[in-house]
T-cell receptor, first 111, second 113 residues
Framework: KQEVTQIPAALSVPEGENLVLNCSFT??????LQWFRQDPGKGLTSLLL?????REQTSGRLNASLDKSSGRSTLYIAASQPGDSATYLC??????????FGTGTSLTVIP | ETGVTQTPRHLVMGMTNKKSLKCEQH?????MYWYKQSAKKPLELMFV???????ENNSVPSRFSPECPNSSHLFLHLHTLQPEDSALYLC????????????FGAGTRLSVL
């Protein structure tokens, strides 16, 4: 069964720093990988989706990379802001519309 | 507004009650999902519907019963739940032609007493 791991579980950085969140998965037979943001008490918001044939995707200050063969993805956040404080989750899609999520990284950006 | 609406936002029920969670998507998507989110555990995919047909049931106990009357609406019927079923229940939808990007509702916070 696919297992998704996110490290670190929590991260606290001063405003303006660049940071990297990590996601690893055990089965490389995936269709895509998605990064989400979840604010307390809210649902998830999709940030970036990387198809299995792609290596990276960018949206504004966010850049996500995918190395399918090694089972790893990173989410790079440039020039972090207090509004970036949230929990960030990654998920991989397998066959049959199956989605497997990590437990997330809780990010706090200190003003 | 994500285009996926869940009601109610909060629900408290006893173990002998019967209640239903509702999800509606206004995005024209063909797939809808129920997830369970418990503290310090990964999101667990419970059910998947594609074009109103259930395609996945991930070993969910029968006290959870999904219903998808059309491609825009999804229900989760609850009966004789256990306290360990207390969690945030999230609904999502996606469109395969859009890469299956998942759009989530705000969730229903369920407490079973």
């Amino acid at each position: 069964k696919q297992e998704v791991t996110q490290i670190p579980a929590a991260l606290s950085v001063p405003e303006g720093e660049n940071l990297v969140l990590n996601c690893s998965f055990t089965d490389s037979a995936i269709y895509n990988l998605q990064w989400f943001r979840q604010d307390p008490g809210k649902g998830l918001t999709s940030l970036l989706l990387i198809q299995s044939s792609q290596r990276e995707q960018t949206s504004g200050r966010l850049n996500a990379s995918l190395d399918k063969s090694s089972g790893r993805s990173t989410l790079y956040i440039a020039a972090s802001q207090p509004g970036d404080s949230a929990t960030y989750l990654c998920a991989v899609e397998g066959t049959g519309n199956q989605f497997y999520f990590g437990t997330g990284t809780s990010l706090t950006v200190i003003p | 507004e994500t285009g996926v609406t869940q009601t109610p936002r909060h629900l408290v029920m006893g173990m002998t009650n019967k209640k239903s969670l509702k999800c509606e998507q206004h995005l024209g998507h063909n797939a809808m999902y129920w997830y369970k989110q418990s503290a310090k555990k990964p999101l667990e995919l419970m059910f998947v519907y594609n074009f109103k047909e259930q395609t996945e049931n991930n070993s969910v106990p029968s006290r959870f019963s999904p219903e998808c009357p059309n491609s825009s609406h999804l229900f989760l019927h609850l009966h004789t739940l256990q306290p360990e079923d207390s969690a945030l229940y999230l609904c999502a939808s996606s469109q395969e032609l859009e890469g299956n990007i998942q759009y989530f509702g705000a969730g229903t916070r369920l407490s079973v007493l």
